[in-house]
């Protein structure tokens, strides 16, 4: 072990977050909303120290980079009331529908938002959305090979979602308006520059859109009870 203080060189086997146990000595609820909740742990971090921390529980989210044949990336714009801003983000959604697969939640969300299928899907990228303080979850794909559907079948949103357009911009375009800061939503930010690192650096590989072939990590979805 280093000194306090002093950092350590990490090898590539060691760059990984790994799932630990902390005794939760209490749990209580605070709040129960229409899409998330808040409670309140006291959590016994091992070493005679108690701290209590607040958890906003949330069934987690999946977000689609699809890109076409000419490295253009399908984007929308929705308004946002939290940030009171009307943000371009990657088609996406919630994991609330019980039992489904997020692999088929991605697909479905990729239909009703922009209108299009995809034949070929790949992981981008995982994240924690705000690990300090919410267990959200975010699986972000790749979608390749797009078709639009006959207008006939078009799915119409309500709420946010009745006014939604959908537009193309160029991959680069795109990683240049997140390093520019002018892109926002953590979906965009994350998928964007993942997509581009894998379609035009060709500095990384793609995982496997299977559930079994690819496990989520995400420990704190056992503790959404």
Same mark, same amino acid.
């Given at each position: 072990?280093? =000194?306090?203080?002093?950092?350590?060189?990490?090898?590539?086997?060691?760059?990984? *977050?790994?799932?630990?146990?902390?005794?939760?000595?209490?749990?209580?609820?605070?709040?129960?909303?229409?899409?998330?909740?808040?409670?309140?742990?006291?959590?016994?971090?091992?070493?005679?120290?108690?701290?209590?921390?607040?958890?906003?529980? @949330?069934?987690?989210?999946?977000?689609?980079?699809?890109? *076409? *044949?000419?490295?253009?990336?399908?984007?929308?714009?929705?308004?946002? @009331?939290?940030?009171?801003?009307?943000?371009?983000?990657?088609?996406?959604?919630?994991?609330?529908?019980?039992?489904?697969?997020?692999? *088929?939640?991605?697909?479905? #969300?990729?239909?009703?938002?922009?209108?299009?299928?995809?034949?070929?899907?790949?992981? !981008?990228?995982?994240?924690?959305?705000?690990?300090?303080?919410?267990?959200?979850?975010?699986?972000?794909?790749?979608?390749?090979? !797009?078709?639009?559907?006959?207008?006939?079948?078009?799915? @119409?949103?309500?709420? #946010? =979602?009745?006014?939604?357009?959908?537009?193309?911009?160029?991959?680069?375009?795109?990683?240049?308006?997140?390093?520019?800061?002018?892109?926002?939503?953590?979906?965009?930010?994350?998928?964007?520059?993942?997509?581009?690192?894998?379609? !035009?650096?060709?500095?990384?590989?793609?995982?496997?859109?299977?559930?079994?072939?690819?496990?989520?990590?995400?420990?704190?979805?056992?503790?959404?009870?």
């Amino acid at each position: 072990m280093s =000194e306090p203080g002093a950092a350590e060189f990490l090898d590539s086997a060691e760059i990984v *977050d790994v799932a630990v146990a902390r005794e939760v000595v209490w749990s209580k609820p605070r709040f129960e909303g229409r899409v998330w909740a808040v409670r309140t742990d006291l959590v016994d971090l091992g070493d005679g120290q108690r701290v209590e921390r607040d958890v906003i529980v @949330h069934p987690g989210a999946v977000g689609i980079i699809a890109v *076409d *044949d000419d490295l253009r990336v399908l984007m929308v714009r929705q308004y946002r @009331h939290p940030v009171g801003a009307l943000l371009w983000e990657p088609p996406a959604g919630l994991l609330d529908i019980d039992g489904e697969d997020p692999l *088929d939640a991605a697909a479905r #969300e990729l239909y009703e938002e922009t209108g299009f299928r995809a034949r070929e899907w790949a992981v !981008l990228v995982d994240a924690f959305t705000s690990p300090g303080g919410s267990d959200e979850a975010v699986r972000v794909y790749l979608a390749r090979g !797009l078709t639009e559907v006959d207008g006939a079948e078009r799915y @119409h949103g309500d709420g #946010e =979602e009745r006014d939604m357009p959908a537009c193309w911009a160029p991959l680069a375009a795109a990683r240049d308006a997140v390093l520019g800061g002018r892109l926002h939503n953590p979906l965009a930010v994350m998928g964007i520059l993942a997509a581009a690192a894998v379609l !035009l650096d060709g500095s990384a590989g793609l995982r496997a859109a299977s559930p079994t072939e690819t496990p989520w990590f995400r420990p704190g979805a056992a503790r959404q009870d």
